[in-house]
């Protein structure tokens, strides 16, 4: 992985030979890496003859490698408070949020709000929350079990407005949160008024 992150990209013999390791191990390594999307392959024209087959990196693989996306961010974000109004800020997350939603409302516009619901946990999961679905009595509660803003989140609370506003958004009803990591709690919980009951759904991928 880090010869194709300094190189870019490269055949099954380029990476025998910068590892040391035979072609069949090099085969064998990137089935595995493919399995788990982080390595994608591709076909390459090198002068006359057939094509050969090269491969890369995918973003989740890049990923893996260390990043100061955390510091660059915090930075950013404390430079936009320090020159915008609390107001903007609030409306910049609103915007991202909504930005986010805009593909996933399409996607859930026309459904009952039951369908939406169990939908929603599905995107969720693809934005990185490990989110379940359960009912108090009139209203549906949106238990976020993890969250991938908790780290910039605690230097930065307004960001806990992107997914409130992701899930109103995509949903297209009002949506109040009840309970928030942020603030001790075991996990983040948004309520929303039902019309009928709901049934549960657990984390995504279990």
Known sequence: MRTLRARGQCSV???SEAAGVSPVSVRHHLANLQAEWLVASGEVRHGVGRPRLVYSLTDDALEKFPTR???????????????????????????VAASMAEDY??????????????????LLSEEGFE???TQDGRHALIHEMSC??????????????????FIAKALAVPVERVTCLLSGDPHCTFSIELQSPVEEVAPYGR
């Open 69 to 95: 996306y955390f510091r660059l961010t915090s930075r950013i974000l404390d430079e936009l408070k320090k020159t915008l109004p609390e107001q903007k800020i609030d409306e910049l997350f609103s915007g």
């Open 105 to 122: 409302h399409v996607r859930l516009q026309g459904l009952p709000l039951e369908l939406r619901l169990a939908r929603l946990m599905v």
């Open 131 to 133: 989110a379940t679905l």
């Open 148 to 165: 991938p803003y908790y780290r910039i989140g605690r230097e930065h609370p307004e960001v806990c407005l992107v997914d409130q506003s």
């Open 13 to 15: 013999t380029e990476l």
